[in-house]
C-alpha cells in the first residue's frame, strides 16, 4: 500500500518557468491537500479538495492552480515561478470516515533561481 | 488563515529527560492532532484528539484536548535519540481545513 505518492521529489526551474507536482493516493479518500513549508513557518494550507472536480482556496493560493480531475490525483501547478515559491510542498489525503486524520506524502522540494 | 502559537520553538534536552510542548489558538477547534516530521519525510500522525478534555496516550507520548478547545499540549516521558525531529500541532475546523503549527524542533542528546 503506497498510500501518498508526490512526483518528483526535487526540482529546480528559473523564474518563470512552470510546472507541475502530481499527488496520488491509493486509499480512496475523499479529502486532499497542498501545503509548503517554510523554516519557522510550519506547514499553510495552498489548496485543497473536498470532492473529484472540486478544489477551493487555502492561506496561501496566490500564484498556485489545481485540479481534481480523479479523485486518486491531486495536481499543483505553478504557472509562472517566482523566488518566493522555492519551499518544501506536501501533499495530503484524508478520509472522511473513520478518525480522519491526514496522511502526508514524502514532499517535493523546490527551488526557483 | 488560523494562527496556531506552538512553543516553545526548540528544545535540547538529555537522553531520558521528560518534553512538553503546546499549541494555542485564537480559535475553538473540534480535533486536536499531532505530528512528528523528520529530516527530509513528511510529517506522520502521533495522537489524535476529538474531544474537549481528552487525554490520550501512544506509548511514552501523552496528549490533551484543552477544556477551552483552543489549546493542545503533548508530552513525551524518558525521552530517546529516536525522538529528535520536528514535532507539529494541527488543529481541525468544522469542515475540511486542518491547521497547523510552526513546529517545535526537538535534540536529544545522548
Known amino acids: 500500500n503506497a498510500g501518498v505518492t508526490q512526483t518528483p521529489k526535487f526540482r529546480v526551474l528559473k523564474t518563470g518557468q512552470s510546472m507541475t507536482l502530481l499527488c496520488a493516493q491509493d486509499?480512496?479518500?475523499?479529502?486532499m491537500y497542498w501545503y509548503r513549508q517554510d523554516p519557522g513557518m510550519g506547514l499553510r494550507l495552498i489548496h485543497y479538495?473536498?470532492?473529484?472536480?472540486?478544489?477551493a482556496k487555502g492561506e496561501v493560493p496566490d500564484g498556485y492552480n489545481v485540479s481534481r480531475l480523479k479523485k486518486q490525483n491531486f495536481l499543483l501547478g505553478l504557472e509562472s515561478a517566482a523566488p518566493s515559491q522555492t519551499s518544501v510542498y506536501f501533499c495530503?489525503?484524508?478520509?472522511?470516515?473513520?478518525?480522519?486524520?491526514?496522511?502526508f506524502g514524502q514532499g517535493t522540494r523546490l527551488t526557483v533561481v | 488563515g488560523q494562527q496556531l502559537n506552538q512553543s516553545p520553538q526548540s528544545m535540547f534536552i538529555q537522553e531520558g529527560e521528560d518534553v512538553s510542548m503546546n499549541c494555542t489558538s485564537s480559535?475553538?477547534?473540534?480535533?486536536w492532532l499531532w505530528y512528528k516530521q523528520d529530516p527530509g519525510e513528511g510529517p506522520v500522525l502521533l495522537i489524535a484528539?476529538?474531544?474537549?478534555?481528552e487525554l490520550t496516550s501512544n506509548g511514552r507520548l501523552t496528549a490533551q484536548f484543552g477544556i477551552t478547545r483552543k489549546d493542545s499540549f503533548l508530552n513525551i516521558s524518558a525521552s530517546i535519540p529516536s525522538d529528535v525531529g520536528i514535532y507539529f500541532c494541527?488543529?481541525?475546523?468544522?469542515?475540511?481545513?486542518?491547521?497547523f503549527g510552526t513546529g517545535t524542533s526537538l535534540t536529544v542528546i545522548p
Open positions: 495530503a489525503s484524508r478520509s472522511t470516515q473513520g478518525a480522519g486524520e491526514a496522511f
Open positions: 486509499m480512496n479518500h475523499e479529502y
Open positions: 479538495s473536498v470532492g473529484e472536480g472540486t478544489t
Open positions: 480559535s475553538i477547534f473540534n480535533t
Open positions: 484528539l476529538y474531544k474537549a478534555g
Open positions: 494541527a488543529g481541525l475546523l468544522t469542515g475540511n481545513q486542518f491547521y
